[in-house]
């Protein structure tokens, strides 16, 4: 038959054409199939963790977060608090210095209307916890205490429901508990929208702050805001005690480090404290409004926390404010940056700028001891 030889051979190609088809089709799902396995085992190896933050300061905590852990899964991110997955260590986790506070996170709830109490009592009636509690391997030994907050204040609860909780905590990671002696702190933190987080305190960073010293994390935002360089000459002329200087000096990179207050007995301390270095640091008494011995446009980074008004008589704000500008305007170098922690009423904006050395590149509203205040980024022209 005319053709019949080419017959097969025809049934062959398409035969090929199919399988070729299907063996692709085969290998994309199979691909599909197993990225979507190595995304669950990855996702089942990354810990969950929450973080509380300065409140009005999530748009940063997002992106620097992101920064620091490559591997990070925000999960969601609330006025102050964040929850994420990430295999970093825990102990890691717990180093991160624009957090206030970190835990491995171990439940999560939302009741409308509850208090302590009901939270304590909600976790009480998870028939999961104990395997959740258990599945803090790294935890055996040691003590623990129980922390209960509402709307970010320890608050105390029903001794009865609180002794249980204890009881179960310890049962199932082996901890004992010690009161308020115990060394890991297992947190019930309620919110004000009923939002329940129970978990594992993991933050590394103790430290207390004297009257009137910035928190640790709030110093390290207002340094990370100004962009630290290694080339950095840096500048705080409002220093206190130090905490913006201390927190450049030991966990950033900086070429030269300027300290400067009008009190010299805050200076006499902070010089004290830094006996550890004197290369590439300076701390003096000096007025802010008057650096004489700074040369024009030498400075980098500026970034101070100014006094607000309300301990110290500052005569006409708007004049006082005024000067300083003028005169960090004068030592900043084009390029500079210029980071400022001030009490919101100021109208620090409308005073900045009224010279035209400076434009505003960020700004965040913040509470600093529950009072308002506002963080500004400019940079000079
Ligand atoms: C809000 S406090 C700074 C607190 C600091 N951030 C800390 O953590 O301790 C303002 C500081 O400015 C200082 N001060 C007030 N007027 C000054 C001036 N004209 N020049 C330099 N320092 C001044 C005060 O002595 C005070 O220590």
Redo the contacts with the bound molecule.
């Keep these: 038959m005319p053709g019949a030889g080419i017959e097969p051979a025809r049934d062959f190609t398409s035969q090929v054409f199919e399988t070729c088809v299907f063996a692709s089709f085969t290998t994309q799902a199979y691909v599909y199939y197993l990225t979507a396995r190595l995304n669950l085992l990855r996702l089942a190896r990354m810990l969950p963790f929450f973080s509380t933050f300065i409140s009005g300061l999530g748009k940063v905590t997002d992106r620097w977060l992101k920064e620091d852990l490559a591997d990070v899964e925000v999960d969601f991110l609330l006025d102050g608090l964040v929850v994420f997955r990430t295999k970093t260590p825990s102990h890691q986790v717990g180093k991160i210095r624009f957090f206030n506070n970190s835990f491995i996170l171990i439940s999560r709830d939302k009741l409308i209307g509850v208090d302590g109490d009901k939270a304590v009592q909600v976790l009480l009636a998870d028939k999961d916890l104990g395997e959740k509690l258990s599945s803090l391997g790294a935890v055996k030994g040691g003590s623990f205490k129980l922390v209960v907050s509402f709307e970010n204040r320890t608050v105390s609860v029903d001794h009865d429901s609180s002794a249980k909780l204890e009881r179960f905590i310890s049962n199932r990671t082996g901890l004992k508990w010690l009161g308020v002696e115990g060394e890991r702190e297992f947190w019930v933190m309620v919110r004000s929208d009923g939002s329940i987080f129970f978990g594992l305190r993991i933050t590394s960073l103790k430290k207390k702050v004297t009257e ?3 928190k640790l994390g709030l110093a390290n935002v207002l340094c990370r805001l100004s962009d630290p360089l290694k080339s950095d000459i840096f500048l705080d ?8 200087f201390l927190e450049r000096i030991s966990s950033f990179p900086y070429k030269f480090a300027c300290a ?4 010299v007995s ?1 200076i006499n301390l902070l010089t004290k404290k830094v006996s550890w270095t004197r290369e590439k640091v300076k701390i003096r008494a ?4 008057n650096l004489s011995e700074i040369e024009d446009e030498s400075v980098d980074k500026i970034v101070t ?4 008004g309300h301990h ?1 008589k500052l005569g006409d704000v708007g004049t006082f404010y005024k000067r300083m500008i003028d005169e960090f305007g004068r030592v900043l170098g084009p390029g500079g940056v210029m980071v400022v922690l001030v009490a919101r009423e100021i109208g620090f904006e409308g005073i900045a700028l009224t010279t035209s050395k400076f434009t505003l590149a960020e700004k965040y509203e913040i509470l600093v001891s529950g009072k308002k205040a506002s963080i500004f980024k400019f940079l000079r022209a």
């Excluded at 002329?237 to 913006?244: E, N, Q, T």
């Excluded at 400067?260 to 009190?263: A, K, R, Y």
């Excluded at 000096?286 to 409004?289: E, H, K, M, W």
């Design positions: 009137g010293e910035l002329p409002y220093c206190g005690s130090g905490a913006i400067i207050d009008s009190d805050k000096g007025n802010a409004l926390d100014p006094p607000w110290e």
